[in-house]
C-alpha cells in the first residue's frame, strides 16, 4: 500500500486524463471541490497534483508533499504555483496552455465583434420593447488596429484568427523576441496604447502585470479603444477600468476574468463596481470561460499526459 502511487485531482479534467493515469498504474483521488486545508491533510500521500485557478500550491503544502513527483496545472499560467520551490524539491511543474489558446483567442474574437456590433445590448433593447436601429449602428474590424499586449499561445493564437479581418497588429512582449511579419509589428507598450483601436490582453499575472492597466495606462491611450482581457483579472485595475469608462477614455470593455470571481465573497466597494459595470451597454462579462470549451477540455489534459511522459 504504501507504494501506491496516487494522483490527487482538485478540478474537473477529461476523462481521457483518468482511464490514462489508471492504465499506466495510478491511484486517482478525484477532488474537484477540496479545499486548501484538506488538501494539506492528504498530500503527503500523492505522487502526483493536477490543479486550476482555485489553490495555491505554496511552500506549506510543498513542504507536506513528501512523495510528490509532479504538478500538472491544467491551462495557462503557474502563479498559483511556487515552481521555484517546487522545482528544487525535485517536482516536475507542467502547464497546457497550448490546449485552450485558441478557445481563448475565439472567446476574445467573440467579446469584440459582440460589442462593435452591439449585438447583447440590442437584443437586451428588444426584449424591453425597443427596436432602435441608428443607435445600434455598428463599426467593422476591417481597416482597425488591434494591440495585443502579451504574444504567446493565446496573443499568437488571438492574431491568427484576426488574420482575414485586414487589420494591422501591434504586438508588446518583452519576453519575446523574433515575432515581427508583413502583418505584426512589435513594439513598446507606449506606442501601442498610442495607436491601437482594440486592446487585447494575454499575459500571466506576476508582479510585473498587476494592474498593468491602471489609470496612467488609460490616460495613455488615444483612440478611444475597446479592452478585453481574457487572461487574469488582477491585470486590469477595476477602479482605473471604470473611472476610464465614466471619463470615456474608451468604447467598450469585454471581461472574462476580474479581480475577485467570487461573487458571493465581494466587499461592499467590490459590488458596487459590479454594478456599475453591469448596467453598462457597452461591458460585457463573462464567467471566467474563455479556455473552457469541450475541445480546450479534452487537449488540456491529453498535453499534461504528454508531457508528464510517465
Known amino acids: 500500500m504504501s507504494n501506491e502511487k ?24 478525484y477532488l474537484p471541490t477540496i479545499t486548501y486545508n484538506e488538501l494539506l491533510q492528504i498530500i503527503d500521500n ?14 506549506k ?7 510528490l513527483q509532479w504538478i500538472g496545472r491544467m491551462g495557462s499560467g503557474m502563479e498559483l504555483i511556487d515552481v521555484a520551490y517546487a522545482e528544487s524539491k525535485g517536482v516536475l511543474c507542467v502547464s497546457s496552455p497550448e490546449g485552450n489558446s485558441n478557445a481563448v483567442a475565439e472567446h476574445a474574437l467573440g467579446l469584440l465583434l459582440n460589442l462593435m456590433n452591439h449585438i447583447s445590448s440590442s437584443h437586451n433593447e428588444i426584449k424591453n420593447g425597443d427596436w432602435l436601429r441608428e443607435e445600434n449602428r455598428g463599426v467593422e474590424l476591417s481597416g ?8 504567446g499561445n493565446t496573443g499568437s493564437a488571438f492574431a491568427k484568427l484576426l488574420s482575414s479581418f485586414d487589420v494591422n497588429i501591434l504586438a508588446n512582449d518583452k519576453y ?5 511579419s508583413d502583418r505584426i509589428k512589435k513594439v ?20 510585473e502585470t498587476k494592474y498593468m492597466a491602471n489609470e496612467t495606462f488609460f490616460n495613455n491611450l488615444l483612440k478611444k479603444p475597446y479592452i478585453l482581457n481574457c487572461s487574469r483579472g488582477g491585470v486590469v485595475q477595476t477602479s482605473a477600468l471604470i473611472n476610464a469608462l465614466k471619463r470615456n477614455l474608451i468604447t467598450g470593455v469585454g471581461l472574462d476574468v476580474l479581480e475577485n470571481e467570487n461573487l458571493s465573497n465581494q466587499s461592499v466597494f467590490e459590488k458596487a463596481e459590479m454594478s456599475y459595470l453591469t448596467q453598462q451597454s457597452n461591458v460585457l462579462l463573462t464567467p471566467h470561460i474563455a479556455g473552457y470549451s469541450k475541445e480546450a477540455f479534452y487537449k488540456m489534459s491529453k498535453l499534461i499526459i504528454e508531457k508528464l511522459n510517465i
Request: aromatic share 6%; with cysteine; charged share 25%.
Open 6 to 29: 496516487i494522483v490527487i485531482v482538485t478540478a474537473k479534467v477529461h476523462d481521457v486524463f483518468i482511464e490514462t493515469m489508471k492504465q499506466k498504474g495510478y491511484a486517482i483521488q
Open 188 to 207: 513598446k507598450l507606449d506606442e501601442l496604447c498610442c495607436n491601437a483601436d482594440i486592446i487585447s490582453f494575454h499575459v500571466p499575472l506576476t508582479d
Open 46 to 59: 500523492a505522487t502526483g497534483l493536477i490543479i486550476t485557478t482555485r489553490l495555491s500550491i505554496d511552500k
Open 176 to 180: 519575446k523576441v523574433d515575432f515581427d
Open 61 to 67: 503544502i510543498l513542504d507536506k508533499a513528501l512523495k
Open 144 to 151: 482597425k488596429t488591434v494591440g495585443i499586449i502579451g504574444f
